[in-house]
């Protein structure tokens, strides 16, 4: 049994010229949206760049396209293999970088235990109680404090007085 349900609830005509967008329910941007417009971009400009420098074949009898060169299959290996080359390389470059950076522990060295001269006493050689050697010592010394005391400045020497005033026009 079909019943007709009516209802004393009226809605309210609200037109949507007058709805305005508060700033709280507008979308953030998402920089993930952001890195997909650039990849994007990207993308098309390289399609487009390679769309340049491939050719179109003609096709030959029977509507057949000869594929002149590689085939997808093998580019798309190639690819593959590049870019695991190129993955491998960088995140060798990677490791290299971060393990010279990385301080290492120096080790530390036993001490060991430095060796102490010791001072041996010698017999005196039989020249350092020679009367003629400790004579000619004492006049040495003696000379030379008689040497520091000496005034060897000459005072009554003095330069001749220069004639700056020279002509070479006569």
Request: proline share 7%.
């Amino acid at each position: 049994m079909p019943t007709n349900f009516t209802s004393n609830v009226q809605t309210p005509n609200v037109s949507q010229a007058s709805i305005q967008p508060s700033a709280s329910l507008a979308p953030t941007p998402n920089p993930t949206s952001k890195l997909r417009e650039i990849l994007a971009k990207i993308l098309s400009g390289l399609s487009n760049i390679r769309g340049k420098f491939s050719t179109q074949a003609e096709p030959i009898d029977g509507g057949i396209v000869a594929a002149p060169g590689i085939s997808s299959k093998t580019k798309r290996i190639i690819t593959i293999v590049a870019a695991l080359f190129l993955t491998v390389i960088t995140l060798l470059i990677v490791v290299t970088y971060l393990k010279s950076r990385e301080k290492k522990p120096k080790v530390e060295e036993a001490q060991q235990p430095s060796a102490q001269t010791t001072i041996v006493e010698r017999k005196l050689s039989r020249y350092a109680t020679d009367e003629a050697v400790l004579k000619m010592e004492t006049d040495i010394k003696a000379l030379d404090t008689s040497i520091n005391k000496e005034d060897i400045e000459e005072k009554a020497l003095t330069p001749p007085t220069l004639n700056f005033d020279v002509n070479f026009k006569e």
